[in-house]
């Protein structure tokens, strides 16, 4: 089966064709009943290789190969228990970190967390402050975003058998899944922030001053490469889709701020992945079992996006 590529800006008639003809079998409820009882989860993480281990038992954790329209994920999801319920960890960028932020497939990595049955999204990210105040540590939950992207495919309506369908995203996180990360987080001992604008860049290249100087006028208190599509995209899935973002570094454009490094944003999560850890185990129980929220699984309500969305 021949998958349209994410790097054609402008798919080709006889693209358009080949992925209708897979979405049709790959959202079919046959294909998606394939998926073993134990494969299934309703909490899925998105985040780093370093995630692996915070399940109860991660020997008895299961990696699920998944189809999608839109070629394979970052890596298989892995399948296992934390704290009693069933949770689908995927690495953003794959084992080993091999795939930049801008050649991520966000829309395959969504993908296969729904057909799963994920309908609660955890995304811990890491991100540079615009702002003096929330330093290296700082955990910042979100309730905002804007787009500075400029090459990634951001939706799934975007041709056949898709229709062209127009999600409300005027509050892109999930409240629910922010009050219960903000409730956990105070438990423990972060310096936490409630709120606060992610601007996403493009990538990989990190901001110039006057970048960064820009994005705090525009309001903006984080900045990173992650945080879009993913929100958008788990959106029009009408999934519940909860960022945590992990400061890192001061943004050059902050006063004193200095050159960002790869190096120096690894070394920092590094030192506060055992705590985000931690901070998930103690997140996942606390999600409702039934996705009462009032906001996100209602984002298609009454529109006919021409998907056989499985909303089991």
Known sequence: MRIARQADPVDSVQQRSERAASLARVTSPTAIDTCAQTDRADIGVIGGSGFYSFFDDPEAATEVAVATPYGPPSDPPVVGSVAGRRVAFLPRHGRGHRIPAHRVDYRANLWALHSLGVRQVLAPCAVGSLVPEHGPGTLVVPDQLIDRTTGRCQTFFDGEPAKVVHVGFADPYCPTGRTASLTAAQHSDWELVDGGTLVVVEGPRFSTRAESRWHRSMGASIVGMTGHPEAVL???????????????????????????????????????????????????????????????????????????????
């Not at 006063?255 to 985000?276: C, Q, S, W």
């Not at 185990?281 to 996006?305: K, M, R």
């Open 234 to 312: 788990a959106r029009e899935l009408g999934l519940c889709y909860t960022s945590l973002a992990l400061v890192t570094d001061h943004d050059v454009g902050v006063d004193g701020g200095e050159a960002v490094t790869h190096d120096a944003v690894l070394k920092v999560f590094a030192v506060n992945i055992d705590r985000l850890r931690r901070l998930l185990a103690d997140i996942v129980p606390a999600l409702p079992a039934d996705q009462s929220c009032s906001q996100c699984p209602h984002a298609l309500d009454g529109l006919d996006t021409g998907l056989d969305l499985d909303r089991r």
